[in-house]
């Protein structure tokens, strides 16, 4: 017997939980009382938030009516407020579009097989959207030194696709070492001096760092186990993907569709310093101070 929908059981609960996590984990709401906790995806669909709400009252008040606990409990005009932790969802998902936007212009069909090089900065640059998933989960717990040590990798990733990519002899590409490539990174991208320094100072925690997560609290010493910096961490990964579209581009030029942050004149590639994702990453960045 079908059900009232025509949708397949099977398909609609097939184990796709690893996907389904991390959809999850990238933008969640947290619906909690003392006794019970759960973490939904932060729907635009209010009904959905509002059931799972009102299951949770119901659970802690020990209510048999749902739909009792919806009445008391979830109040309809209740709206989400803007805050600087969903100014920084908005711009890590402007981050992920405009990287999986950049990746998709790329077509092998009928052109010849890439260099060792090429081929290698592709493989390595196709890892880090898993890395930026990763640096936005630990900012959005607040884990900031933790963060800021993905997003350096992420850098330093970058910059060895950038070296790596003029290389055809795999002697020559296994031989770069990967912290020394900043400096070609910096030549085509000054800005990103500015960005490796910071994280830099934040991945390796000196004593003058200590002050940062050491606090007083009812005349107790209390360590700080996270932070709330989100308009810094939304200007990590925004240029951290501005960067990536610009290394991207470069190092799979013959096999780009249309390119948005660099052009080709008289034959050399070169960064275009009003790209569209500037535009994108200063309108982000201008939310946050509309608050100061």
């Not at 005009?77 to 711009?91: G, H, L, N, R």
């Not at 060792?116 to 884990?143: D, K, Q």
């Not at 770069?176 to 320094?197: A, F």
Request: glycine content about 4%; charged content about 25%.
């Amino acid at each position: 017997m079908g059900n009232r929908y025509n949708l397949d059981i099977e398909e609609l609960f097939q184990d796709n939980t690893m996907s389904l996590l991390r959809e999850l984990l990238e933008d969640f709401e947290v619906i909690a009382t003392e006794q019970y906790m759960a973490l939904i995806p932060n729907y635009e669909f209010k009904g959905f938030r509002d059931n799972i709400r009102a299951a949770v009252i119901a659970s802690s008040l020990r209510l048999r009516s749902l739909d009792y606990a919806k009445r008391q409990y979830c109040d309809d005009k209740q709206d989400a407020q803007e805050t600087e932790f969903t100014k920084y969802i908005v711009s890590y998902k402007a981050a992920k579009t405009h990287i999986h936007s950049v990746m998709s212009q790329l077509s092998t069909e009928g052109k010849n097989k890439p260099s060792n090089g090429i081929f290698g900065a592709s493989l390595v640059l196709a890892r880090l959207p898993a890395s930026f998933f990763s640096a936005h989960l630990l900012y959005s717990l607040g884990n900031e030194y933790d963060a800021h040590a993905v997003s350096r990798l992420i850098l330093e990733q970058i910059a060895w696709a950038c070296v790596a990519y003029h290389y055809e002899d795999i002697n020559k590409i296994r031989s770069i070492v990967t912290t020394k490539t900043l400096s070609e990174l910096k030549r085509i991208i000054p800005g990103c001096s500015r960005l490796y320094g910071l994280l830099s100072k934040k991945a390796h925690i000196n004593y003058e760092r200590h002050q940062e997560f050491l606090t007083v609290f009812k005349e107790k010493n209390m360590v700080l186990l996270s932070h709330q910096n989100f308009s810094q961490y939304a200007g990590v990964i925004l240029n951290l993907a501005d960067y990536f579209s610009i290394v991207w581009e470069l190092s799979q030029l013959d096999y780009m569709i249309k390119l948005e942050s660099i052009e080709v004149k008289n034959g050399c590639p070169a960064v275009i310093q009003d790209r569209p994702f500037r535009k994108v990453i200063e309108s982000h960045m201008n939310s946050f101070r509309k608050e100061c």
